[in-house]
């Protein structure tokens, strides 16, 4: 008895720290693997909870047909509450020497960039992203898939 006792109360302790991870994803996928300089990127995820913190991720999958070595890119993102901050990025995708960098999947590779580390919400809404490609090139060749990834922050 006394053994089912400890071996239950393990369980629950086991089972109570093993919170699950709240992830959200959208993903916008190119016709042709080609991103053209003004088609902007939208996405909106619905918060319900402004607790947590939140990593935010940019992730983009591209293939060898990538004619260029980095990505230039500005990011828009709308809180709940309204504020919104803007920030431009360079994603590497090739290094000087030419390696494709990130990380190789089934005939593809993935960047995946913290964008916006632990940030918090003071409201609870629609969170929103707009990404332009900033590309001086009308188009951007090699570009699969570009997404943005929100993962409740574990503390």
Same mark, same amino acid.
């Given at each position: 008895m +006394?053994? @089912?006792?400890?071996?239950?109360?393990?369980? @629950?302790?086991?089972?109570s720290?093993c919170?699950?991870?709240?992830?959200?994803?959208?993903? *916008? +996928?190119?016709?042709n693997?080609?991103?053209?300089?003004?088609?902007?990127?939208?996405?909106?995820?619905?918060?319900?909870?402004?607790? #947590?913190?939140? /990593?935010?991720?940019? $992730?983009?999958? =591209?293939?060898?047909?990538?004619?260029?070595?980095?990505?230039p890119?500005?990011?828009?993102?709308?809180? #709940?509450?309204?504020?919104?901050?803007?920030?431009?990025?360079?994603?590497f995708?090739?290094?000087? /020497?030419?390696? =494709?960098?990130?990380?190789?999947?089934?005939?593809? =590779?993935? &960047?995946?960039?913290?964008? *916006? #580390?632990? @940030?918090?919400?003071?409201?609870?809404?629609?969170?929103?992203?707009?990404?332009?490609?900033? /590309? #001086?090139?009308?188009?951007?060749?090699? &570009?699969?898939? $570009?997404? &943005? &990834?929100?993962?409740?922050?574990?503390?």
């Amino acid at each position: 008895m +006394k053994n @089912i006792l400890i071996l239950t109360s393990l369980l @629950i302790l086991a089972v109570s720290g093993c919170r699950q991870v709240v992830t959200k994803e959208q993903f *916008h +996928k190119f016709d042709n693997e080609v991103w053209e300089r003004f088609d902007f990127l939208k996405f909106g995820f619905d918060l319900d909870n402004v607790k #947590p913190a939140w /990593n935010i991720y940019l $992730v983009v999958r =591209y293939d060898e047909n990538i004619e260029v070595r980095y990505l230039p890119l500005n990011i828009e993102m709308i809180t #709940p509450s309204g504020e919104s901050r803007v920030k431009d990025y360079n994603i590497f995708l090739r290094s000087t /020497n030419d390696e =494709y960098l990130g990380e190789k999947k089934d005939g593809f =590779y993935e &960047i995946k960039t913290l964008t *916006h #580390p632990e @940030i918090t919400f003071s409201e609870i809404g629609q969170c929103t992203f707009e990404i332009e490609n900033l /590309n #001086p090139k009308y188009f951007t060749y090699g &570009i699969r898939e $570009v997404g &943005i &990834i929100i993962e409740q922050v574990r503390k």
